[in-house]
Nanobody
Framework: QVQLVESGGGSVHPGGSLRLSCRTS????????PTWYRQAPGRERELVAT???????RYVDSVKGRFTISIGDDKNTAYLQMNALTPEDTAIYYC??????????WGKGTLVIVSS
């Protein structure tokens, strides 16, 4: 049973940084594409960042230059480094994995609050 477990959320001041982690097993990210989504209060879930198996990355415009998605060498952890955070980044952040057979997996989310 594939599980995705996010961690690293918390409360920070504007301009601060956080690094989110998405932990799984069986070297899942060696054959699947990790994606980070977020959902802010009263808003729809949106794709924040994704990485293909070939290492290509894509970001929503609002985080370009501030967020970086990566995969750990163990292929069991995906990261989202978030810098220069603003209150608009406040949301629950979810990890998602799409495996080659089309199955999708979601974590339960980690809460990020950016407030002065």
């Amino acid at each position: 049973q594939v599980q995705l477990v996010e961690s690293g959320g918390g409360s920070v001041h504007p301009g601060g940084s956080l690094r989110l982690s998405c932990r799984t097993s069986d070297r899942l990210f060696s054959f699947s594409d990790p994606t980070w989504y977020r959902q802010a209060p009263g808003r729809e879930r949106e794709l924040v960042a994704t990485m293909t198996a070939g290492g290509q990355t894509r970001y929503v415009d609002s985080v370009k230059g501030r967020f970086t998605i990566s995969i750990g060498d163990d292929k069991n952890t995906a990261y989202l480094q978030m810098n220069a955070l603003t209150p608009e980044d406040t949301a629950i952040y979810y990890c998602h994995a799409l495996v080659p057979d089309g199955t999708e997996y979601w974590g339960k989310g980690t809460l990020v609050i950016v407030s002065s």
